[in-house]
T-cell receptor
Framework: DAGVIQSPRHEVTEMGQEVTLRCKPI?????LFWYRQTMMRGLELLIY????????DSGMPEDRFSAKMPNASFSTLKIQPSEPRDSAVYFC????????????FGPGTRLTVL | AQRVTQPEKLLSVFKGAPVELKCNYS??????LFWYVQYSRQRLQLLLR??SRESIKGFTADLNKGETSFHLKKPFAQEEDSAMYYC??????????FGKGTMLLVSP
């Protein structure tokens, strides 16, 4: 298994543009998490899904952010419109979904909004 | 709300020196605590969890419920230990609340 896959690895865009980040979890994992990493705030949980259903999106910073999981093998995080303060590394992680399970992280997408 | 505090953003030591990365958590029931590590150009990965009571790469961490701490320790640091270390606490289902991380730099 290639592990959690994220694309793109790097994204540079201009303020106001729509950005879509993609994630493919490990096959068989039923929980998926989106995190944002910045120097100032560290690693923040944005949203997580269990069996493709969003369970908690209280970490999503604004309505400009949205996430979907149409099936067990794919999720997207969309920012529309993007702003310079959205610049960060966005990680996707997946797990079997049991309490205390190890989370497996993707390589991250480094987003720069100019 | 669950909180995880890592008071040091950066910890710099010489090779062979002891290392202690501090982590404190907000008290609530029976916590599940973890240390994750991110080496340069690598993915964030689990280092150890408190229920395992194991030593990984020479690191250990003991849960101290009285002090609500889960400090990560290693008696003799190696250059390859240089990385970003995150303390995390289990928060319902399988979610984690992470601290802000501590960058460990081990100099030769």
């Amino acid at each position: 298994d290639a592990g959690v896959i994220q694309s793109p690895r790097h994204e540079v865009t201009e303020m106001g543009q729509e950005v879509t980040l993609r994630c493919k979890p490990i096959s068989g994992h039923n929980s998926l998490f989106w995190y944002r990493q910045t120097m100032m705030r560290g690693l923040e949980l944005l949203i997580y899904f269990n069996n493709n259903v969003p369970i908690d999106d209280s970490g999503m910073p604004e309505d400009r952010f949205s996430a979907k999981m149409p099936n067990a093998s794919f999720s997207t995080l969309k920012i529309q419109p993007s702003e310079p303060r959205d610049s960060a590394v966005y990680f996707c992680a997946s797990t079997l979904g049991l309490r205390g399970d190890e989370q497996f992280f993707g390589p991250g997408t480094r987003l720069t909004v100019l | 709300a669950q909180r995880v505090t890592q008071p040091e953003k950066l910890l710099s030591v010489f090779k062979g020196a002891p290392v202690e990365l501090k982590c404190n958590y907000s008290y609530s029931g029976s916590p599940e605590l973890f240390w994750y590590v991110q080496y340069s150009r690598q993915r964030l990965q689990l280092l150890l969890r408190h229920i395992s009571r194991e030593s990984i790469k020479g690191f250990t961490a003991d849960l101290n419920k009285g002090e609500t701490s889960f400090h990560l320790k290693k008696p003799f640091a190696q250059e390859e230990d240089s990385a970003m270390y995150y303390c995390a606490r289990g928060s319902g289902y399988s979610t984690l609340t992470f601290g802000k991380g501590t960058m460990l730099l081990v100099s030769p």
